[in-house]
Nanobody, 122 residues
């Protein structure tokens, strides 16, 4: 089994910063693309940002470009999300996602963290 555990959420004022972390553990042979999604109650989960494994190529949703930065630590199977200049509309539950290969001849499967709440007050 693979577990993704997020941390770092909380309450912050508009214009402030937060840093989220997500550590993957368990039966991991290789981790591919990792990313962050967010969801507001009653709305669909939306992609925020992703980062690939080898080239560290990143993608950002237009709504967070220039404010959020994703990074990863391969040695520790951890992905980070640095969020600056936060806005009230960034308020959501943030979920970590990772594509994981559990064995050499296995298949890639998607895994999710339990979510961490981010609240930005105006």
């Amino acid at each position: 089994q693979v577990q993704l555990v997020e941390s770092g959420g909380g309450l912050v004022q508009a214009g402030g910063s937060l840093r989220l972390s997500c550590a993957a553990s368990g039966s991991i042979f290789s981790i591919g693309t990792m990313g962050w999604y967010r969801q507001v109650p009653g709305k669909q989960r939306e992609l925020v940002t992703t980062i690939t494994s080898r080239s560290r190529t990143t993608y950002y949703a237009d709504s967070v470009k220039g404010r959020f930065t994703i990074s990863r630590d391969g040695a520790n199977n951890t992905v980070y999300l640095q969020m600056n200049s936060l806005k009230p509309e960034d308020t959501a539950d943030y979920y970590c996602n990772a594509a994981v290969l559990t064995t050499f001849r296995g298949n890639w499967n998607d895994y999710w963290g339990q979510g961490t709440q981010v609240t930005v007050s105006s």
